[in-house]
């Protein structure tokens, strides 16, 4: 098993920034993607960012240009720095694991955060 804990999220102005962290821990090393996600109310969970062990990343369209994912494979931890925030971006954000033998690379999580609450407001 892999817990996930995620922290950073909080209140911010649109145009904003904010950085997420999630920290791994467990069987790390049966895990190789980490992620973030996001559900807003009424909404579906989507995809914000994933990045593999390799640093290969995977981005939304909505937030190109805006977010960027980073990893430090030391310290197991991913993080997602967030600029040009809009109220669009408000959302509770899921830190996701993926398990290092899925194919394709990137793809549905197999662990979840419990998640952490983003609100862009003025």
């Known amino acids: 098993q892999v817990q996930l804990v995620e922290s950073g999220g909080g209140l911010v102005q649109p145009g904003g920034s904010l950085r997420l962290s999630c920290a791994a821990s467990g069987n790390i090393f049966s895990i190789n993607v980490m992620g973030w996600y996001r559900q807003a109310p009424g909404k579906e969970r989507e995809l914000v960012a994933a990045i593999s062990r390799r640093s290969s990343a995977n981005y939304a369209d909505s937030v190109k240009g805006r977010f960027t994912i980073s990893r430090d494979n030391a310290k197991i931890t991913v993080y997602l720095q967030m600029n040009s925030l809009k109220s669009d971006d408000t959302a509770v954000y899921y830190c996701?694991?993926?398990?290092?033998?899925?194919?394709?690379?990137?793809?549905?999580?197999?662990?979840w955060g419990k998640g952490t609450l983003v609100t862009v407001s003025s």
């Open positions: 996701g694991a993926r398990g290092k033998d899925r194919s394709p690379l990137f793809g549905d999580m197999d662990y």
